[in-house]
C-alpha cells in the first residue's frame, strides 16, 4: 500500500511516517483502509502496541505518524537466528498477551496477528520486549462487517476457524492468532503446516494443529488457545495469567495442572508426582489403568478407544493403521456452493423404454461481443464491505460473423537501448564540423553542452523521484520550477570544464605544429576538433554524454528506426570527415589565427613575455570579433 520512511519530530525523536503511493491514495477504497487504521490504533493506550503520533488523511499525499520501533520483525528473528527458547519464549507471550488485554479492552479485534506484525524492541539491558504493530484490517467490535459473504482477508496460516467458516467473528479469533504466533516463534514454522492454501484452511477448520513439536511445557497453553471451538479458548487476560505460570522447567505441561517429574526407572519409564506413569514411548498410564496415546487417544481397561474427538470405537470394530485416520467421522467442511441457473426438473415421459435418446449435436452458440462496462476493481477495493459491481445484462444474441474471432497478441516489451555506435556517430559529425568551421563549430558545441547539462539534472532528478513516489501530475510544474537551479548549476559545472577542453586543444596543436610539421592554421583546425571532442570525452563530460543517451532512448522506439538512423549519421560522418582532411579551415567571424599572431608578434616590445601575451592576445581578440569583448575589457 505504501513507503514506511524514518524521520524526526519537532523534539528529534524518531518516528515511523506511513505514506500511501500515489496510485494508491487515489482509491478511496485504501483511504478508507487507511482511515479505519489511524482510528483503530488511537483507541488503544499500550506500551506493547506502536501509538499514533500524527496523521493526514486528507491531503494530496496522505500519511499516519507512529512510534518507531528499532528492531527486527519477530518473523525475520526466527528465520535468521532460529527458534526462541526458555524465558525468551515465555517473554513473548506474556508481551503478546498484555497486548491483546489493551486491544481488546478498546473493543477492538486486530484479526491479523502474526510474526510478521511483531516487533522484537531492544529494551536497553539485552533482552528485548515485544511490540504489536500494523491494524491495516483491524475493526470495531461493533463496527459493520469488513468483508463480504464468502470473502475473508488475513494470512492463512494464522487465521481462527470462525474467519475462514464465514461467522461472527469475536476477540477469540485474536486468541488463535496469538497462540499460533507463538508456535511460530517457539518451532520456526506454522502451526498448521504448510502447502496449498486449501490445504492449511482444512487443518484449521478440523484443529489438527502441530502441537507436539512445540516445547513440552508450552503445548497445554498452546492447546486451549488453539481450540476449534471459539467458546472454549481462554480470553486474553486468562490467557495472560496462564502465561505467567509458564516455567521451562517443568517437563510436562496438563490442562488441569503441572506435574513435574518425580522419579525414573530403568526402562525409561517416568513416574510424576501425582502417580501417573510415562513411558519411555510417549503413553501416559492413569492410575485407573487407562492408557493416553500421543495422538490423545484414550483406551479403556475393556479395550475401548475413545479418540480425541469424543468417538468410541470398541474393541470388535477396525481401528487406524499405519498412515490411516478416522478423517471420514470428522464433520466435513462447507464449502460455497457456485450458484446455477435453476433448471426444471427432467420429467420422464410414460412407457418410454430405457434406451437412451439419439445424439444430437450441439449447435454452436452465436458469438457475443463482450459487455460494454468497466472493468472490476482491483480485489483490494473490495475489502471495505461495498456490494460488487452487478454485471450488467449480456446484449441479445447475434448472428455469427463469418470471419474468426482475432486473437490478441502478447505484449512486447518495450524496445530501450542506450545506441552507443550512434552516439559515437554524432560526435564524429561534430567533430569533422570543427576542422571545417572551428570558431561556430566550437560555440556551437559549449552552448550544446550547457543545455545537455540542464536537461540531465531535470531529468534525472524527475525518474528518481518517481523511482520512489511514482508518477504525479505536478512532474512538469516541478520541472519549470527547478530549470534556474539546474541552469545554475549547469553554468558553473561548463565554466570548470572548458578551460580543460581549451588546455586539451593546445597540446594538440603544439604537438601536431612542432611534432607533425603542420602550419599554424591547419594545427588550430584540428586543435579545435579536439576542443569539442574533448567537452564530451575528457573527465567532466559523463553528464552530456548520459544526456545524449537517454534523448536517443526516447526517441528511438524500434531497431528498424535504429539501424536507419545509424546508416544517415554514418554516411554523413564519412563525407564531413573526408572533407576534413582535404578542405582548409573556415575561420568566420574570426580571422586566420596566422594572420592574429603575426600582428600580435608585430605589436610586443621587447623584453614581454611573449608566450602569455601570444596566448592572451589571441583570446582578446577572438572574443572581440564574436561580440564578446565586454567580457576581456575590449
Not at 471420514?328 to 435453476?342: F, G, H, I, K, S
Request: some cysteine; proline content about 9%; hydrophobic content about 40%.
Amino acid at each position: 500500500m505504501g513507503v514506511v520512511h524514518l524521520g524526526l519530530d519537532s523534539d528529534d525523536r524518531q518516528v515511523a511516517v506511513k505514506v500511501l503511493h500515489p496510485h494508491v491514495a487515489s482509491d478511496l477504497k485504501a483511504r478508507d483502509r487507511l482511515t479505519r487504521e489511524v482510528e483503530t490504533m488511537r483507541r488503544v493506550r499500550s506500551n506493547r502496541v506502536a501509538a499514533v503520533l500524527d496523521a493526514d488523511l486528507t491531503g494530496a499525499t496522505p500519511y499516519i505518524v507512529t512510534r518507531f520501533a528499532p528492531g527486527r520483525t519477530l518473523e525475520q528473528r526466527v528465520l535468521e537466528d532460529g527458534p526462541l527458547k526458555g524465558d525468551d519464549l515465555c517473554r513473548l507471550a506474556r508481551g503478546l498477551c498484555e497486548a491483546l488485554v489493551a486491544i481488546h479492552h478498546a473493543d477492538v479485534i486486530h484479526r491479523d496477528l502474526k510474526p510478521a506484525n511483531v516487533m522484537l524492541v531492544d529494551d536497553g539491558s539485552g533482552t528485548f520486549e515485544p511490540l504489536v504493530i500494523d491494524f491495516g484490517i483491524a475493526h470495531l467490535v461493533n463496527a459493520t462487517r469488513l468483508t463480504q459473504t464468502g470473502m475473508f482477508v488475513g494470512t492463512p496460516g494464522y487465521l481462527a476457524p470462525e474467519i475462514i467458516r464465514d461467522s461472527e467473528i469475536t476477540q477469540a479469533a485474536d486468541v488463535h492468532a496469538l497462540a499460533a504466533t507463538v508456535f511460530f516463534a517457539a518451532t520456526g514454522k506454522p502451526p498448521f503446516g504448510q502447502g496449498t492454501f486449501e490445504a492449511v484452511c482444512y487443518n484449521i477448520l478440523e484443529g489438527k494443529a502441530q502441537v507436539e513439536a512445540a516445547p513440552a511445557f508450552l503445548r497445554g497453553w498452546l492447546r486451549l488457545a488453539l481450540a476449534t471451538d471459539s467458546a472454549a479458548r481462554p480470553t486474553a487476560g486468562s490467557l495472560l495469567k496462564l502465561s505467567r505460570a509458564l516455567d521451562p522447567s517443568v517437563t510436562i505441561f496438563k490442562e488441569g495442572g503441572t506435574a513435574v517429574q518425580r522419579n525414573q526407572q530403568p526402562d525409561g519409564t517416568r513416574v510424576l508426582s501425582d502417580g501417573t506413569r510415562v513411558l519411555a514411548d510417549g503413553t501416559r498410564v492413569l492410575n485407573d489403568g487407562t492408557r493416553v496415546l500421543t495422538d490423545g487417544t484414550r483406551v479403556l481397561g475393556d479395550g475401548t478407544h475413545v479418540l480425541s474427538d469424543g468417538t468410541r470405537v470398541l474393541d470388535d470394530a477396525p481401528r487406524p493403521r499405519g498412515g490411516e485416520t478416522f478423517s471420514d467421522l470428522l464433520p466435513p467442511v462447507n464449502y460455497v456452493a457456485p450458484e446455477r441457473d435453476p433448471r426444471p426438473p427432467k420429467q420422464r415421459r410414460s412407457g418410454s423404454s430405457s434406451q437412451p435418446p439419439p445424439y444430437v449435436p450441439a449447435s454452436v452458440p452465436p458469438y457475443q461481443p463482450p459487455p460494454q462496462f468497466a472493468p472490476p476493481p482491483y480485489p483490494d477495493q473490495r475489502v471495505a464491505g461495498f456490494p460488487a459491481p452487478q454485471q450488467r445484462s449480456a446484449p441479445p444474441p447475434q448472428a455469427r460473423p463469418p470471419y474468426p474471432e482475432p486473437q490478441a497478441q502478447p505484449d512486447r516489451p518495450r524496445y530501450k537501448t542506450s545506441h552507443p555506435v550512434m552516439a559515437a556517430l554524432m560526435l564524429a559529425v561534430l567533430v569533422g564540423a570543427a576542422c571545417l568551421l572551428p570558431v561556430m563549430v566550437s560555440l556551437f558545441a559549449i552552448v550544446l553542452v550547457l543545455c545537455l547539462r540542464v536537461g540531465n539534472s531535470l531529468v534525472g532528478d524527475m525518474s528518481e523521484r518517481r523511482s520512489i513516489r511514482g508518477a504525479s501530475g505536478s512532474d512538469p510544474m516541478r520541472a519549470v520550477l527547478g530549470t534556474p537551479w539546474a541552469l545554475v548549476k549547469a553554468v558553473l559545472a561548463t565554466v570548470i570544464h572548458v578551460p580543460l577542453g581549451i588546455l586539451f586543444g593546445i597540446c594538440v596543436w603544439g604537438v601536431l605544429r612542432y611534432g607533425g610539421g603542420l602550419t599554424t592554421d591547419g594545427a588550430a583546425a584540428y586543435a579545435a576538433a579536439a576542443f569539442v571532442g574533448g567537452l564530451f570525452l575528457l573527465p567532466g563530460g559523463r553528464k552530456p554524454r548520459q544526456a545524449v543517451q537517454r534523448a536517443l532512448a526516447g526517441v528511438i522506439r524500434s531497431p528498424g528506426a535504429g539501424m536507419v538512423v545509424t546508416l544517415v549519421f554514418g554516411t554523413l560522418a564519412f563525407f564531413i570527415v573526408m572533407t576534413a582532411l582535404s578542405a582548409e579551415a573556415v575561420w568566420t567571424p574570426w580571422r586566420p589565427p596566422s594572420a592574429v599572431i603575426d600582428d600580435l608578434v608585430a605589436g610586443l616590445g621587447k623584453g614581454q613575455d611573449t608566450a602569455v601575451n601570444l596566448i592572451t592576445g589571441l583570446f582578446e581578440d577572438l572574443m572581440s570579433q564574436i561580440g564578446l569583448g565586454f567580457l576581456v575589457g575590449k
